[in-house]
């Protein structure tokens, strides 16, 4: 079932939504050679504290994994899609990407955001794959209006990225957010036509999220059971935003 939120839901998730920001805009700002991505762990921790919420992630379990994840940010460098741990022993370095993904719980509404960061000098294939996996989240983002489908947002993505020689992961999806970090419906970054293809009403917010390989589409996850990786080993882009559909149009709960 599709949650609707009414207007004092929604100004509840732009709270959480603007606390996101700030911490992604905190952390994007940090990046650096030689920067480590618990670093980068640490400073989210305080930050999401210090503002009275709780981390989205901490703790959230799934069947596949069987454990719980132990950190407030998903830290995902170059060939990690998603779900990439922090570690004191990942160095970032010149030319490496991290893709930064984060979630809070404020006042009983989660928000949800990713930004992926280039690190020092990236080279110029990669500057495009960061460029169009956040082209198409834009475009995608503009498509969340009433009347339009579900499909319109995922089609977007899809054709966007696909026109520029980049690829889609099609085994992580976006997805429905609210008063749980994970509702209907699942939004994938393609057509799935086997899936439902909802009508977007007002009231509706989406957590939309491209997640781009350089090279072919095939991910496999790690012996932690939570790292994504690309199967070729190309690296991976990822941006997400949490996004109301309202009557005057789209409204990114997680940007100011």
Same mark, same amino acid.
Not at 30 to 45: F, H, I, P, S, W
Not at 228 to 246: L, R
């Given at each position: 079932?599709?949650?609707?939120?009414?207007?004092?839901?929604?100004?509840?998730?732009?709270?959480?939504?603007?606390?996101?920001?700030?911490?992604?805009?905190?952390?994007?700002?940090?990046?650096?050679?030689?920067?480590?991505?618990?670093?980068?762990?640490?400073?989210?921790?305080?930050?999401?504290?210090?503002?009275?919420?709780?981390?989205?992630?901490?703790?959230?379990?799934?069947?596949?994994?069987?454990?719980?994840?132990?950190?407030?940010?998903?830290?995902?460098?170059?060939?990690?899609?998603?779900?990439?741990?922090? $570690?004191? =022993?990942?160095? *970032? /370095?010149? +030319?490496?990407?991290?893709? #930064?993904?984060?979630? &809070?719980?404020?006042?009983?509404?989660?928000?949800?955001?990713?930004?992926?960061?280039?690190?020092?000098?990236?080279?110029?294939?990669?500057?495009?794959?960061?460029?169009?996996?956040?082209?198409?989240?834009?475009?995608?983002?503009?498509?969340?209006?009433?009347?339009?489908?579900?499909?319109?947002?995922?089609?977007?993505?899809?054709?966007?990225?696909?026109?520029?020689?980049?690829?889609?992961?099609?085994?992580?999806?976006?997805?429905?957010?609210?008063?749980?970090?994970?509702?209907?419906?699942?939004?994938?970054?393609?057509?799935?036509?086997? $899936?439902? =293809?909802?009508? *977007? /009403?007002? +009231?509706?917010?989406?957590? #939309?999220?491209?997640? &781009?390989?350089?090279?072919?589409?095939?991910?496999?996850?790690?012996?932690?059971?939570?790292?994504?990786?690309?199967?070729?080993?190309?690296?991976?882009?990822?941006?997400?935003?949490?996004?109301?559909?309202?009557?005057?149009?789209?409204?990114?709960?997680?940007?100011?």
């Amino acid at each position: 079932m599709i949650v609707r939120k009414n207007m004092a839901e929604l100004e509840k998730m732009r709270s959480a939504g603007l606390l996101v920001w700030k911490v992604l805009d905190t952390l994007r700002k940090m990046v650096a050679e030689g920067v480590t991505t618990y670093e980068l762990e640490v400073a989210a921790d305080k930050m999401i504290a210090d503002a009275g919420a709780r981390p989205a992630f901490k703790g959230y379990s799934t069947p596949s994994a069987g454990t719980k994840f132990p950190f407030v940010l998903c830290t995902s460098v170059n060939d990690e899609i998603v779900h990439g741990m922090p $570690s004191q =022993n990942r160095v *970032l /370095k010149s +030319g490496d990407i991290v893709s #930064i993904d984060t979630g &809070v719980q404020l006042n009983g509404y989660y928000g949800d955001s990713a930004v992926t960061v280039g690190v020092g000098e990236i080279s110029e294939e990669t500057r495009r794959l960061l460029e169009v996996t956040r082209e198409s989240l834009e475009l995608a983002i503009e498509k969340a209006r009433p009347g339009n489908r579900l499909f319109d947002i995922c089609g977007t993505v899809e054709r966007h990225v696909t026109a520029n020689g980049f690829s889609i992961v099609r085994e992580f999806v976006g997805h429905g957010i609210g008063t749980q970090m994970h509702e209907e419906p699942q939004v994938p970054n393609y057509v799935d036509r086997k $899936s439902e =293809n909802p009508r *977007l /009403k007002e +009231g509706m917010v989406l957590a #939309i999220e491209p997640m &781009v390989n350089a090279g072919s589409p095939g991910s496999r996850v790690r012996p932690d059971r939570w790292t994504a990786v690309t199967e070729d080993g190309k690296y991976s882009a990822h941006f997400e935003h949490t996004v109301a559909v309202t009557a005057n149009g789209p409204w990114v709960l997680t940007r100011p």
